[in-house]
């Protein structure tokens, strides 16, 4: 046989071992479209290493990397301002802690349940791996809806919440953060219930705010990542931000500071979204407004209008897509985009896509894009600048000192840049140059791996 052939037999075997392990995953948790979705575009990616490394395969690496380290699932009572009795349900999913303790954000949506803190779970363990720092996966969060909720019912909640979970994190253990519906106001109360508890454990949230242990840099990191990240994609192909038009979703904090540094990187940012719809402003967007409205006063994005009459607000958020751009960042939650959206992304001349939220984009999606030559930063290296902040509020927590934003945002910029650098290369190394799809899911996936087959069968 020649080496070609042996080659293709090799993935050919590692093809139905990755196969097997997802018919398995789907049959273990069934109706968990999500984490399903996740899995599946990990494993597709994996192919050529177990292909290359037998004792992957050998150690069942797959087969314990998709299952939890731990579930935990609890219920979260509370009173409203009615006076009536609530019943929420909480989560925290300490996926993998081969590298470092759990860590993740926490999501507060009506959305929330097993299969999407699964999901994002999942996903945290690559993530979180990429940016070269020693933190495991985890996530959590609740079904419930912070949307229309007075400041006491919130904060009744979220102690609610808390008084269950501190019994599962800790500084060394689990750090969890925000996410969705989770932002300073919910972090802040979280941590003000658990040093209740039990006493000043600095380094048990992070995303704090400034007083109490937070780090300078965290707020704007997710977002400024991005457009890190996205910069250097643009660079490989010779060009930059300045005189492209952009089209963001979202516009809680991934948005807003993506937007900001796009500006400030000479970009015009035309449209941004909110759950109801989204607004387009040729003249680009104006951010103050966006932060006022969101941040402040937190009202619909449908107000924009009222201050900025040239620009137009649309019900719905699918056709958000529809709009000519150079870039598309989408920020706002899973599967915003689906196949037909990308088709009308291509149609309008998009060239880079590079994702904020988590896992944006459909599996047919994606495909979509890979055809027709546009660039493709998948969530999991794009985003994880905001994780990577955290793990540096961790340190400097740890450290008792704090850095400041010069020194968090240089640090962040060499962590994005390396990520693309590594993700470019895992790609070349195993045979799909370009494709920083499979080439972030194996840079971060090896170190996981690595770690797990020096810790034996745990
Ligand atoms: N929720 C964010 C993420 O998806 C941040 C998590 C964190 O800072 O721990 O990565």
């Not at 004792?55 to 509370?78: A, M």
């Not at 007075?150 to 689990?174: A, H, N």
């Not at 999991?380 to 945002?409: H, I, Y």
């Not at 962590?415 to 290369?425: D, E, G, P």
């Amino acid at each position: 046989m020649t080496i070609t052939q042996q080659r293709e037999v090799n993935l050919d075997s590692a093809r139905h071992y990755v196969e097997q392990v997802y018919q398995a995953v789907q049959q273990r948790n069934p109706g968990e479209h999500e984490f399903h979705q996740a899995v599946k575009e990990i494993l597709d990616s994996l192919v050529p290493v177990f292909a290359k490394h037998p004792k992957f395969q050998e150690q069942g690496i797959l087969e314990r990397l998709v299952e939890p380290e731990r579930l935990i699932t609890f219920r979260v009572p509370w009173v409203d301002d009615q006076g009536k009795v609530q019943v929420n349900r909480g989560f925290r999913v300490q996926f993998s802690s081969a590298i470092g303790p759990y860590k993740g954000g926490l999501r507060f949506h009506p959305s929330v349940n097993a299969s999407i803190i699964k999901f994002l779970g999942f996903e945290q363990i690559f993530k979180n791996s990429l940016t070269g720092l020693p933190i495991g996966g985890g996530k959590g969060g609740s079904d419930f809806d912070p949307k229309g909720k007075s400041d006491l019912e919130v904060m009744r909640f979220t102690q609610s919440f808390m008084t269950e979970l501190s019994k599962y994190i800790g500084p060394d253990t689990d750090i969890p953060a925000g996410d969705i519906g989770v932002g300073a106001r919910e972090i802040g109360y979280m941590f003000g219930q658990y040093k209740r508890l039990y006493g000043n454990e600095t380094g048990v949230l992070t995303g704090k705010g400034l007083p109490y242990g937070g780090s300078l840099t965290r707020t704007e990191a997710t977002g400024y990542g991005l457009v890190y990240f996205t910069a250097e994609m643009l660079a490989s192909r010779g060009e930059s931000f300045a005189g492209k038009t952009v089209v963001v979703s979202g516009s809680g904090n991934v948005s807003i500071y993506a937007i900001e540094k796009a500006q400030q990187f000479g970009a015009k940012v035309v449209a941004c979204s909110d759950s109801n719809g989204y607004i387009y402003d040729s003249n680009g967007i104006n951010l103050d407004t966006v932060k006022r409205l969101k941040e402040v006063e937190r009202k619909r994005i449908k107000e924009y209008v009222n201050e900025h009459r040239a620009a137009k607000y649309v019900e719905g958020c699918r056709s958000i897509w529809s709009i000519p751009c150079d870039i598309a960042l989408p920020c706002a939650t899973q599967n915003e985009i689906d196949e037909t959206s990308a088709k009308q992304l291509v149609a309008g001349g998009v060239k880079y896509v590079a994702e904020g939220a988590n896992m944006p984009s459909s599996l047919e999606a994606i495909e979509v894009y890979l055809k027709n030559d546009v660039y493709f930063g998948p969530a999991k290296a794009a985003n994880a600048g905001g994780v990577a902040v955290s793990a540096l509020e961790m340190s400097q927590n740890s450290a008792r000192l704090s850095w400041t934003f010069e020194e968090v945002d240089d640090k962040l910029k060499d962590i994005m840049k390396n990520i693309y650098r590594n993700s470019v290369h895992a790609a070349e190394e195993y045979g799909h140059a370009g494709n920083l799809v499979v080439g972030s899911n194996i840079a971060g996936f090896l170190k996981v791996a690595n770690a797990m087959l020096a810790h034996g069968i745990v």
